[in-house]
């Protein structure tokens, strides 16, 4: 686990000078704190910071396309000798790799066996010999999580790639000068000249998922590389090509997990847990490859209970998991994650922390570079902290409710597809507004504001009703919320897009499905794994995600959905197969969020800062929001009208980012501590 960055041009512009490369790389060094090296492919060698330059800024020439690729290692395979960046046996091929390939030493004798040497133990090197004997499509052969920039000095071009789920990020910015890249925004921001214009389409999408999605990018003209997708840069130009995609409308698999064909149209509910169970722990003991010591995140959840019980049976001594509690009773889980690690026999490490949202604020908003609004984040980062006291790698359960429909609202798409089948009349009794005027709790979770909220969304397509149940702002509330200016600027910009092409990725299955076939391919990468990957490598940790492992992820993908949910609840497949592992209390327990209590924070600790940073006048001379649009809300939330506190939080998570990232003159290379005067509350 890395991090990478680089530049490449083309044969009109000269080389890049280290420096520049060396600056990207030292602002992602909590990525790889273990060491750092170049490669400049002007002589066409790796350099450490012990070198001299290979190419100084005053005495760049021209000398056809070239690349830098710079890289920050974090030790967990082949500690030795898996430097990188790393090349092939006649220095003809280099690569730049943050990651982790699992069968990388599955892959090795075919490649030995088609004459490629192997100088190292390392999984980076699979992918070179990989890419000289298959091109791009050697991502095909790739069981992991990666991203990686390969400089093919035979054919002067840069080839990049992103694993197929996207759990792993890479950011690039195109000019006619060159193609920086990079694992995290703030390393394209070094770049001289880099520029730093507020997107305003990437605001509009923000507003509506609390994250910016895929290929978006805050700033103008930089993009996110989608997950499944390569890029080819030659010649000055970018080819960029999708090459995986969970395949929910293909049905049964048509291999079993012995690798034999199968009668697909026979599989029972017991073939399906067969093959679960092989599949998935295969994925487990594959991600506990490791030469340093690993563990577990445990939350008592079904999902990470799993994993971590497969860990300990896979293990000859107990495995260490780990939990974090709050002491605002409904955002612990502690109890739940202790009992099952008594009864699966792990080394436990729990913690109760207080979190203080002033406090972590500075640090939360200059790793996630764009701005993220999932207030999970603030947790996953004390857990990460946490964790990497003991352990270098810690394995998840993330993914799991998406596959395997997890999610509360996948219970409330079904009950709304089914109600779509009825008669007219019917419907338009439910529409009615009249139930919207029944009193009801502001609490979002609340029984009485589901129910409310599923009869005003019935008369929407399906696609849009649940747009319409997971955006932060919807189309009626952005309107209102902007100014005519900022209006102007979105223009005719549709935020719904990205989710309704999610959707038709899968036309012919059951509405359930298409719905976590869209989560899989949006929220999935653009939330949870983007908030887990920052958190973590924020504190040099690396987190493996069986669930997502792509066997697993199509195994998945092809189950009939009354495996996974029934009256009772989703993931009753997950339960039968693996209730071995899984305390009785679990197995019926309801799904909490990993939260913290932004409710009474605005009404509390953050109140101060919420209106310093929003009321500001300089934050309203921006021209973004409407002033009184911006006070209704506050006003509401503070009276108790309304529970808009996702909506303030990402509206002050806008604003600090800008002080972060917008108003300084230079992108700040750590965390800024003045975003505000306002001090923390005792």
């Not at 490369?21 to 992602?28: C, G, P, Y």
């Not at 350099?47 to 396309?65: E, H, V």
């Not at 887990?532 to 995600?545: G, N």
């Not at 310093?612 to 300089?618: G, I, K, R, V, W």
Request: net charge negative; with cysteine.
């Amino acid at each position: 686990m890395c991090g990478i960055a680089g530049v490449a041009w083309t044969s009109e512009h000269g080389p890049v000078a280290d420096e520049i490369v060396w600056r990207m790389t030292d602002v992602i060094a909590h990525r790889g704190p273990d060491d750092s090296s170049i490669y400049h492919s002007s002589i066409n060698r790796r350099l450490t910071r012990q070198d001299p330059p290979a190419i100084a800024a005053t005495d760049a020439k021209q000398n056809g396309p070239g690349a830098v690729l710079g890289h920050r290692r974090l030790s967990i395979i082949d500690l030795g000798t898996g430097q990188q960046p790393l090349a092939n046996e006649d220095q003809s091929v280099w690569i730049t790799f943050n990651g982790e390939i699992y069968n990388y030493r599955e892959l090795r004798p075919d490649l030995e066996a088609r004459g490629h040497r192997f100088l190292t133990h390392s999984d980076t090197e699979t992918i070179v010999h990989l890419y000289e004997e298959y091109g791009p499509d050697c991502v095909n052969h790739l069981r992991g999580m990666f991203v990686f920039a390969i400089w093919d000095d035979r054919k002067k071009r840069l080839f990049l790639a992103r694993d197929r789920i996207g759990k792993k990020p890479l950011y690039y910015r195109l000019d006619a000068d060159h193609l920086t890249f990079g694992s995290e925004l703030k390393a394209l921001l070094q770049f001289p000249g880099a520029p730093r214009e507020l997107s305003a389409t990437a605001v509009d999408l923000y507003l509506t998922y609390q994250y910016v999605p895929h290929p978006y990018c805050i700033f103008e003209g930089y993009h996110k590389l989608a997950p499944a997708h390569w890029a080819l840069y030659e010649n000055g130009r970018l080819e960029t090509r999708r090459y995986w995609a969970p395949p929910f409308s293909e049905g049964p698999p048509e291999f079993g997990s012995n690798g034999h064909a199968t009668e697909t149209s026979s599989w029972t509910p017991e073939r399906w847990k067969t093959e679960l169970r092989a599949t998935l722990t295969d994925a487990v003991q594959l991600r506990m490859r490791s030469d340093v010591p690993l563990g577990a995140f445990l939350s008592g959840g079904i999902d990470s209970t799993i994993v971590s019980g497969l860990m300990q049976q896979l293990s000859s001594q107990p495995i260490h998991t780990f939990s974090i509690g709050f002491p605002v009773k409904q955002f612990d889980e502690t109890s739940y994650a202790r009992e099952a690690a008594q009864f699966l026999g792990t080394r436990h490490h729990e913690q109760v922390v207080e979190p203080h949202a002033l406090s972590i604020l500075p640090k939360l908003i200059w790793h996630y570079d764009e701005p993220f609004s999932d207030s999970s984040a603030i947790p996953t980062m004390y857990l990460s902290e946490m964790t990497r006291r003991e352990v270098t790698v810690a394995l998840s359960g993330d993914g799991g409710d998406e596959m395997f429909c997890g999610y509360d609202r996948y219970r409330a798409v079904g009950i709304a597809h089914r109600l779509d089948n009825l008669p007219r009349w019917i419907k338009g009794i439910l529409c009615s507004p009249i139930w919207q005027r029944i009193p009801g709790s502001i609490e979002q979770k609340s029984y009485r504001r589901r129910i409310k909220r599923l009869l005003a969304e019935l008369g929407k397509t399906p696609e849009r009703r649940y747009l319409r149940w997971i955006n932060i702002f919807d189309d009626g509330r952005r309107r209102d919320l902007y100014s005519e200016e900022f209006a102007a600027r979105v223009g005719l910009a549709d935020s719904s897009e990205f989710l309704l092409d999610a959707y038709a990725e899968c036309p012919q299955r059951d509405f359930v499905s298409r719905t976590m076939c869209a989560d899989i391919l949006t929220y999935l990468p653009c939330d949870i794994l983007n908030k887990v990957d920052i958190a973590s490598m924020a504190y040099s940790l690396e987190c493996r995600c069986p669930f997502l492992d792509h066997k697993v992820a199509e195994l998945a993908a092809r189950m009939p959905v009354e495996l996974k949910l029934s009256h009772s609840g989703g993931k009753r497949i997950l339960i039968e197969t693996f209730q071995d592992l899984l305390p009785p209390s679990i197995q019926t327990r309801s799904k909490m969020g990993f939260g913290v209590p932004l409710d009474d924070w605005f009404r509390g600790e953050l109140r101060p800062l919420l209106c310093e940073t929003l009321l500001d006048p300089s934050s309203l001379a921006r021209g973004i929001f409407k002033p009184e649009s911006i006070q209704q809300l506050i006003d509401e939330h503070d009276q108790k009208r309304w529970n808009h506190s996702y909506r303030l939080w990402s509206l002050m998570f806008l604003e600090l980012w800008q002080r972060t990232y917008v108003d300084p003159s230079q992108a700040p290379a750590a965390p800024v501590s003045n975003l505000t005067s306002i001090k923390q509350v005792a």
